[in-house]
C-alpha cells in the first residue's frame, strides 16, 4: 500500500506484485465463499485453496477483478487442463470445457451480516387500527 507520507493516507495498492497481500486475499476469499468452479463447495478459506490469476500475471494485475479462489484440483484443470476461465466485471467467471460447453458460476448474493429489528416507527397495514394490539 503506498502512502501520503504527510498522515498516511493510502492513496494506491500494489499490484505489481504477484502474491496479493493479506487483506487482499482475505477479501477475495470472503467475497467467493467457495472455490469458484461450478458445483465445487470446497470453502474459500480452506487450507487447499488458491488465489488465482484470471489473466495470468504480470499480464493481469493481482486485483480484486483478476484473482478468484480455487482449490488445487480446479486451479491445476484451469491451468493444465485446458480449461478456459473468463472473469467478468460483475465478477461472474465463464468457464469453458475442452468440449466447448459452457458453465457460469456467478458471485454468491451478499447477504447482510447486521440483523435489523423492525423500526418501531414505520406502521404496516397490520397495525394501522385502532385496537390494541392483543
Given at each position: 500500500?503506498?502512502?501520503?507520507?504527510?498522515?498516511?493516507?493510502?492513496?494506491?495498492?500494489?499490484?505489481?506484485?504477484?502474491?496479493?497481500?493479506k487483506i487482499l486475499g482475505e477479501f477475495v476469499k470472503a467475497r467467493?465463499?467457495?472455490?469458484?468452479?461450478?458445483?465445487?463447495?470446497?470453502?474459500?478459506?480452506?487450507?487447499?485453496?488458491?488465489?488465482?490469476?484470471?489473466?495470468?500475471?504480470?499480464?493481469?494485475?493481482?486485483?480484486?477483478?483478476?484473482?478468484?479462489?480455487?482449490?488445487?484440483?480446479?486451479?491445476?484443470?484451469?491451468?493444465?487442463?485446458?480449461?478456459?476461465?473468463?472473469?467478468?466485471?460483475?465478477?461472474?467467471?465463464?468457464?469453458?470445457?475442452?468440449?466447448?460447453?459452457?458453465?457460469?458460476?456467478?458471485?454468491?448474493?451478499?447477504?447482510?451480516?447486521?440483523?435489523?429489528?423492525?423500526?418501531?416507527?414505520?406502521?404496516?397495514?397490520?397495525?394501522?387500527?385502532?385496537?390494541?394490539?392483543?
Amino acid at each position: 500500500i503506498f502512502t501520503r507520507p504527510a498522515d498516511g493516507t493510502a492513496v494506491a495498492l500494489d499490484q505489481l506484485s504477484y502474491r496479493p497481500g493479506k487483506i487482499l486475499g482475505e477479501f477475495v476469499k470472503a467475497r467467493d465463499v467457495r472455490c469458484r468452479f461450478p458445483s465445487c463447495a470446497r470453502p474459500a478459506f480452506a487450507e487447499s485453496i488458491d488465489l488465482d490469476h484470471g489473466i495470468p500475471w504480470p499480464r493481469g494485475k493481482t486485483s480484486a477483478t483478476n484473482l478468484s479462489a480455487k482449490c488445487r484440483s480446479h486451479h491445476r484443470l484451469k491451468t493444465h487442463g485446458r480449461w478456459l476461465h473468463e472473469q467478468r466485471p460483475d465478477g461472474t467467471i465463464v468457464w469453458t470445457a475442452p468440449t466447448g460447453h459452457q458453465y457460469l458460476d456467478p458471485l454468491p448474493p451478499v447477504l447482510d451480516p447486521i440483523p435489523h429489528e423492525p423500526d418501531p416507527t414505520s406502521a404496516t397495514a397490520d397495525d394501522t387500527d385502532d385496537e390494541p394490539p392483543f
